[in-house]
């Protein structure tokens, strides 16, 4: 699919959302972008840290973030996800940091029901693994650390209602543009 333009932000917003899959877990340091322009992926850069993304990273269509992007959502599922790929998902939290251009805010989505079981008790930031939101900060705090001029701060974690409301608010930032 080239045309990322026709995929809605979701089924049921906010509770309900399709996360566009860029940079799947576990992948080479590497950040890929689907190009605003010509719907294409593309190297945006390499990520100088020998790390990898702990999740599924990707974003939600028509939604604007406070950096000017569309929001960026993080997925942990049993399997790594291609590049390129929409999945739907929960919300079920957000990690609140920003960095050196400002608030760059994280959801955290789990898959739906309808494709996996494995996180059908988990409506809440605070129910997912304490391991795995270690890794995902530890990741965020230290991606940029040898980058130029690039920084991260981390204020922590909030919860399904705080991410409820970031997706309806960048909805409403992207419908306002």
Avoid at 16 to 36: L, Q, R
Avoid at 112 to 138: A, V
Avoid at 148 to 161: L, T
Wanted: proline share 7%; net charge neutral; aromatic share 10%.
């Amino acid at each position: 699919m080239k045309n990322f333009i026709q995929v809605p932000a979701g089924k049921n917003i906010p509770d309900d959302i399709y996360g566009i899959i860029e940079i799947p877990a576990f992948s080479s340091p590497i950040k890929y972008e689907i190009h605003k322009s010509f719907q294409e992926l593309y190297v945006d850069r390499f990520i100088p840290t020998t790390m990898f993304y702990p999740c599924n990273y990707g974003f939600i269509n028509h939604t604007l973030s406070l950096d000017g992007d569309p929001l960026d959502i993080l997925i942990p599922t049993p399997h790594p996800l291609q590049s390129k790929s929409i999945i739907r998902c929960r919300p079920i939290g957000l990690l609140d940091m920003q960095d050196e251009s400002g608030k760059d805010e994280k959801i955290i989505a789990v898959p739906h029901t309808k494709i996996t079981q494995e996180y059908t008790q988990i409506y809440d930031i605070h129910q997912l693994s304490e391991l795995l939101k270690k890794q995902i900060i530890y990741f965020f705090e230290h991606y940029k650390k040898l980058e130029k001029n690039k920084s991260v701060i981390i204020n922590g974690w909030k919860d399904v209602q705080c991410a409820k409301l970031e997706i309806i608010n960048a909805i409403h930032r992207y419908q306002e543009k």
